[in-house]
């Protein structure tokens, strides 16, 4: 008798050891592995050089839930997370605090998608790098703007902007300025693969000018299918010594972007950019031109055109001319029709 009911305390003990047991798997598995995110939805957070713990902290309450910043504490206080506190871009998501503790400890950071645009300066082109990683706008321009930097990686100042290709690039938040400038070179090279820098060699352009001329196609026309034409007339006044009489390169020496009308009291603005007064390329891209001018320059369409004119119906495309009687009436078309819709 004593000895089934001895049976029977153990029995019972053991289902009191085992409900405490899992109870407490619960529990930390509530703690440590349930959705850091206070929002339910993936946070970030941006750990800077100079934060502590208690900033630190301070920044994971915003996202965070409460059990789940107290498990993130703990586990601060047992590996001394404050002595070895990592800077970078963390995420706050659906998992837990311990995970998320461990990629906070060991700096594993979540990437940045940085997309660099066919963009006109390179003030443009800063602003949005700065707008995604650490380094500041001005930061970058200063680099971009050394003559020491453009030498090292093969430019100048006036063509350093033809290093960056339109693409979408990933980036660790703190990647310092010369990481970014040696993934950007790198990704050039990949960009011009032996095909590209042949045909290049066999048009007779430098992989530079080949994007200076590209820049100048681009800021003709967003219409693809024409761009090789017009590649291919700007070609043929190059080959015949012809000034590119380019009216983009008067707009970008005068700062003047968005205008409709090129004056003719623009055209003797003294810029090495003005292609009405200097001959031959200008000394750079005017802006970072898109593959698909790149790739025009590369592949242009061979014909005896030398002039073009936008055309009088607005739709992004030219009327093209092989003399300058057949260019004037073009052009007289499209004034006239500027004029008709008060634009100045």
């Not at 004593?2 to 409900?19: D, E, P, Y």
Request: with cysteine.
């Amino acid at each position: 008798m004593a000895k089934s009911k001895r049976k029977k305390n153990n029995h019972k003990s053991l289902k009191i050891v085992g409900t405490i047991v899992g109870i407490g798997i619960l529990v930390a598995y509530f703690f440590l592995f349930s959705s850091m995110s206070s929002s339910g939805k993936t946070e970030y957070i941006f750990i800077d050089h100079d934060d502590n713990i208690d900033s630190v902290y301070h920044k994971l309450e915003k996202v965070s839930t409460k059990h789940s910043l107290w498990a993130f504490k703990q586990m601060a206080a047992v590996f001394s997370y404050k002595d070895n506190i990592k800077q970078g871009r963390y995420t706050i998501g659906s998992s837990g605090a311990l995970l998320t503790f461990r990629n906070f400890k060991n700096g594993r950071q979540a990437s940045i998608s940085l997309t660099i645009r066919s963009v006109r300066t390179l003030g443009d082109l800063a602003s949005d790098v700065s707008k995604k990683l650490m380094f500041s706008k001005r930061e970058l321009m200063d680099s971009l703007t050394s003559e020491a930097v453009c030498k090292r990686y093969g430019y100048t100042r006036e063509n350093i902007i033809a290093m960056f290709v339109p693409n979408t690039y990933d980036f660790y938040w703190d990647t310092s300025i010369s990481t970014f400038l040696k993934k950007m070179e790198k990704e050039n090279k990949k960009f011009w693969t032996f095909e590209r820098t042949q045909k290049a060699e066999n048009n007779g352009f430098s992989k530079e000018e080949v994007m200076t001329l590209a820049s100048i196609v681009d800021e003709e026309t967003d219409n693809e299918g024409e761009m090789p034409k017009i590649a291919g007339m700007y070609i043929n006044r190059l080959n015949k010594k012809m000034p590119l009489q380019a009216d983009p390169t008067v707009k970008f020496a005068l700062g003047k972007f968005e205008a409709h009308r090129i004056y003719h009291k623009w055209l003797s603005y003294d810029s090495p950019y003005n292609t009405y007064k200097y001959k031959g390329l200008p000394p750079g891209p005017i802006r970072i031109p898109c593959v698909a001018a790149i790739d025009a320059v590369l592949n242009y369409v061979h014909h005896n055109y030398l002039y073009m004119c936008a055309k009088e119906d607005f739709s992004g495309t030219h009327n093209f001319a092989e003399t300058y009687e057949e260019h004037s009436v073009n052009a007289e078309k499209y004034a006239k029709a500027l004029t008709e819709r008060g634009i100045e």
